[in-house]
């Protein structure tokens, strides 16, 4: 694994979430500050981690897409 990798999954352990904005540029949420030493080493390989924020949030995107939802519940279209 690339350390770009296991930094982003370090900050997937403390709950961030990675989201692509509409020019591309990644936003990272969490639901507390990420320590001073990870947002660091995020600036440092801003150009790879920003490019693997992006690849993550897209597969997570599509991951929730086709997992199956109790809310969208499949039925057969009755025949009038």
């Known amino acids: ?7 982003l ?8 979430e990675f989201f692509p ?9 969490a639901p507390a500050p990420l320590p001073e030493e990870l947002r660091e080493q995020l600036r440092q390989r801003k150009p ?4 693997a924020m992006i690849q993550l949030s897209h597969i997570h995107l599509m991951l929730r897409k086709l ?8 039925r057969y279209a009755v025949a009038a």
């Open 67 to 74: 997992a199956p939802s109790a809310q969208r519940e499949f």
């Open 9 to 16: 999954a370090r900050c997937r352990e403390l709950g961030a």
């Open 21 to 29: 904005l509409p020019d591309g540029k990644p936003k990272v949420r």
């Open 1 to 7: 694994m690339s350390d770009v990798v296991i930094l």
């Open 48 to 51: 790879e981690s920003a490019a």
